[in-house]
């Protein structure tokens, strides 16, 4: 029997194991979610404010000499409306059935599979996390530093990372309420940056990149993945938020959402990079921001945005998958999983990453890491729209011992296949996996015998004889 079609209305939860049943006090568990707490307006406040990555910044920065404003323009749009059909396509069955991505990932991974695409998703948060709390730190201790003479940059970046750990630990509710406070905030201070750089820098904006030729070849199409790479994470684990917001958005208003709330930071945040650091030469955010602003209270206020946008992104985008992840492989209360991640983001080196040289570092590790999550999000489009036709038996999905128990081989070659091939493309990583790795796992799934307890057909008649 399989569970109703009705979003935000699983089985009980007496139905799925006491390890899913550990909740805080915002409810955080990996069983379906019953009380959906995000509507329409907050749930795009909280992807603004989550999306307002100083990588890409970094990004922007990377791309001088290479793009041109324009091309740099349509290459942020273009990824971002790529994000947000594979937020939309890949988040619905979280939205449906009120399931975190650990768990929707069972279907195509089995069991203990799905330690390999939580483990990949995870390792590129906890080092975003690292570099975003670095220079949260940075800009504090500048603000610091200019008002109270007092310059310490370990000290602030420890106590940033605790202060962030303390607002993670409240759970979603508390992470709704940060994100739509914050996300007017940013946006506001965003628009005012951005004028202000035009105004402090625009004759070397008009001579080095309106007027530079750019290309529309190879490294044009390689910054649309780039920027889509920033957030190629968050296209994996979408149901985590998905599974928050209230029933009744169809797919045409959900990609407006993400859009309207992914599109305008990420414009902004790309755009000033390429243009300060374009004029200037200054690739380090903290002395790219100062430079836009030409007096101390308005210096502080930057500074305080930088910081606060930090945490905004952290609590949502890179606290929450890795989180999640503890709980499932390791069975340990949320709040237990919050405090781990963060201490772990201390292990990133983020100083490392600052450095000027690092730019160039960044976009490897980006195309790196997109190489890998291409193709899970490739097998788990399939797994759910072709294989199973968009219907998920969720007593099964919570049972250890039934016929999603182990590893799915069959999802390991796909994702294998996908990465091949993305390696050979490594400016395209992302795009270049998806047909291969979506193509082997139709084939192993209909084919394969080690694969067919995973199928849908198989598990029917399985449940039928159990009856």
Known sequence: MLIPDTAGQPAKDANYPAAVQEK???GETLAPQKVRIVGRTSYLLMWMGGCVSIGTFTMGSSLVGTLNLLQLVLAISLGCLVIGAGLVINGAAGYKYGIPFMVQARSSFGFSGTRIPGIIRAVPALVWYGFQSWIGAAALNQVSAVLFGFDNLVFFFIAFQFLQIALSVFG?????WLENVGSIFIL???????FSVINRYGAEIQSNLLSAEGTWGTPFWGATMLFLGIYATMMLNVSDYSREHTPGTGPGRMLTIYTAAILPVTLFMGLIGLMVSGATGVVDPIQVFANAVDNTPLLVITLIFIAFAQVTTNV????????????DIFKVPFRVATILVGLLAFATFPWLLVRDESAAGLQIFVQTYSAFLGPIFAVMVVDYYVIRKRTLDLRLLYNGSGPFRGVNYGALVAVAA????????????FYAGLVPAAVCYYAVMTWWPACRRFTPDEQSAAVSLES
Do not use: R
């Open 418 to 429: 996908g990465i091949v091939a993305a390696f050979s493309f490594p400016d395209f990583s």
């Open 188 to 194: 506001g201070a965003l628009i005012y940056m951005f």
């Open 24 to 26: 805080t006090a915002g």
């Open 172 to 176: 979603f509710k508390g992470i709704k």
């Open 316 to 327: 949502l985008n890179n606290v929450v998958p890795p989180t999640y992840v503890l709980m």
